[in-house]
């Protein structure tokens, strides 16, 4: 260990909010990055479910309104 | 020669190939990150001139070594996107561009950082932070591109032409210190003669290095197979998996439904 007491190490010689900011937007970035990635195949996933059911509705709509305009008395 | 590669244009072949190599480059980076960090940040001894201050190396010189190494491979699946007409180099180019903008911003930053104690200012323009800040904005520029068409293929097209244009930045960057004055200092590892960096300073820099390198290539694994499923979405595979999540919303509903009841 290049530090003697755990102060020492996070003063850094003086340069402790030096360092340790560069630390801690290094870790944030990173953070932010991998949690974004690791969600984006749910996300697809939900947006083309979403996808999926808004078109099955409108097969079903257009089904039904033709079921009805085949039917030979109504007026 | 190169047939064992063709199964890998298929696009579910490269899908489950990401997801095989993930565990792989994710734990690699945890340990070679933690191990490198904390060597770097506690054991290793400080620097002659800089003092303790040095320690910010352990993040600035990773992020910016992948900062052009990711523009680099960015540009050859676009060149291989455009000459070979290869959809799933087209998609990685798209997948590479955010993680490679967020190293450049991180180099960036510890750059000013290191900069402000060192040299007594954040920011110089200088030809090194110049050609730097621009690779940002050329990450920034694909990203933009490729977001504003409607069609992805002529998205995918027009970025990969601006990823390719843009490489001739990465030679610039490197050489900047030797071509122009300048408040950066020069290489120290990458030098044809010995490191001029003392070897207890050395493993936990080529340590972060290594990890940084890990980091983006799990995160590039993640980000492509998402872009392959949307590029997908289409065909039978993806829909199965879709039509899978569907029914386990559904089952959860009637759970909830019966629960209610209940």
Known sequence: ?75 | MWKWLHPYAKAETTYKLCYRLLPYFSWLAVITLVSGSIWGLFYAPSDYQQGDSFRIIYFHVPTAIWSMGAYTSMAICGLIGIVWQIRNAELAVYAIAPVGAAFTFLALISGAIWGKPMWGAWWVWDARLTSELILLFLYLGVIALYNSFEDKRTAARASSILAIVGVINVPIIHYSVEWWNTLHQGASITKFDKPSISPDMLWPLLLNISGFLFVLAALVCLRLANQILINDARRPWVKAMVSEKTNKAEQSKNRATLADKE
């Open chain 1, 1 to 75: 260990m290049h530090f003697n007491t755990i102060s020492e190490a996070l003063a850094m010689g003086g340069y402790g909010p030096y360092v340790w900011s560069t630390v801690w937007i290094v870790i944030a970035v990173l953070l932010f990055l991998i949690i974004h990635s690791m969600t984006a195949k749910k996300r697809t996933l939900t947006m083309l479910r979403l996808e999926q059911e808004r078109a099955d509705k409108i097969a079903l709509a257009k089904k039904s309104n033709d079921d009805y305009q085949s039917k030979p008395n109504h007026n």
